[in-house]
């Protein structure tokens, strides 16, 4: 969900994620056309061990989007009451709607050993960082500006004013990639896909890691 945030906010009082979570927590921002959602799409195809988190919104589907496969679709006042007892990790109003990711069904599946990924804001990833900063943030850029408009076009979703709304907005997004973890420039789809499936992989080899989803085999060998 690309565009700029009016508001964002990480729940008040609650504590920062299980840092012994065995699972790995993958948050992915990206402006919007720069492709985020294909490659995340393509790498769950090729990674049986990862998970997509759903996350709730209030705006309408598009296309062929299914409900609570792309998104879990609820209206305004629902969605509020979901922020008010607490049950998103983070939320934030976007081009006018409204997103939240389910704290719940994160801490559930990381519990399980699941490697998550989620599509949400760059804000949403920063304040996601702020709560478990073992969180592996990517951010997806396009190759230049003509590119991200002419992709924009082709999608043929929005109208000449809301592209140049995207245009704009993307320029605030891509300002903020400098605090991601890692960078893909989404040039060539094949190679960014494979830095994509790369950066997964190598966060699953780190020391930190391995001893949180290989504890046994660090506890034979007496490894803190």
């Known amino acids: 969900m690309g565009g700029r945030v009016v508001d964002n906010h990480a729940l008040p009082g609650r504590i920062p994620f299980d840092m012994e979570f065995p699972g790995n927590l993958f948050v992915v921002a990206a402006p919007s056309g720069a492709g985020k959602s294909s490659l995340v799409k393509a790498l769950l195809e090729l990674d049986s061990h990862l998970t997509v988190s759903v996350s709730h919104t209030t705006r309408a589907p598009r296309g062929q989007e299914?409900?609570?496969?792309?998104?879990?679709?609820?209206?305004?006042p629902s969605f509020r009451a979901k922020a008010?007892?607490?049950?998103?990790?983070?939320?934030?109003?976007?081009?006018?709607?409204?997103?939240?990711?389910?704290?719940?069904?994160?801490?559930?599946?990381?519990?399980?050993?699941?490697?998550?990924?989620?599509?949400?804001?760059?804000?949403?990833?920063l304040q996601i960082?702020?709560?478990?900063?073992?969180?592996?943030?990517?951010?997806?850029?396009?190759?230049?500006?003509?590119?991200?408009?002419?992709?924009?076009?082709?999608?043929?979703?929005?109208?000449?004013?809301?592209?140049?709304?995207?245009?704009?907005?993307?320029?605030?997004?891509?300002?903020?990639a400098r605090h991601f973890d890692f960078v893909i420039v989404n040039a060539l789809f094949?190679?960014?896909?494979?830095?994509?499936?790369?950066?997964?992989?190598?966060?699953?080899?780190?020391?930190?890691?391995?001893?949180?989803?290989r504890a046994a085999v660090f506890t034979a060998l007496g490894l803190q």
């Open 66 to 76: 299914v409900d609570g496969r792309e998104y879990w679709f609820i209206d305004e």
């Open 84 to 125: 008010a007892q607490g049950d998103f990790f983070e939320w934030a109003e976007v081009h006018g709607n409204l997103y939240g990711t389910s704290r719940a069904a994160i801490e559930q599946r990381m519990a399980e050993g699941h490697d998550i990924i989620l599509e949400i804001d760059w804000q949403g990833a």
């Open 129 to 176: 960082k702020k709560l478990f900063p073992q969180a592996v943030l990517i951010f997806i850029l396009p190759p230049g500006w003509q590119e991200l408009q002419q992709r924009l076009l082709r999608r043929g979703e929005d109208g000449p004013e809301t592209i140049q709304r995207r245009m704009e907005n993307a320029r605030v997004e891509v300002a903020q």
């Open 190 to 213: 094949e190679t960014a896909l494979f830095d994509l499936k790369a950066i997964v992989h190598s966060q699953r080899l780190k020391y930190s890691a391995l001893r949180r989803t």
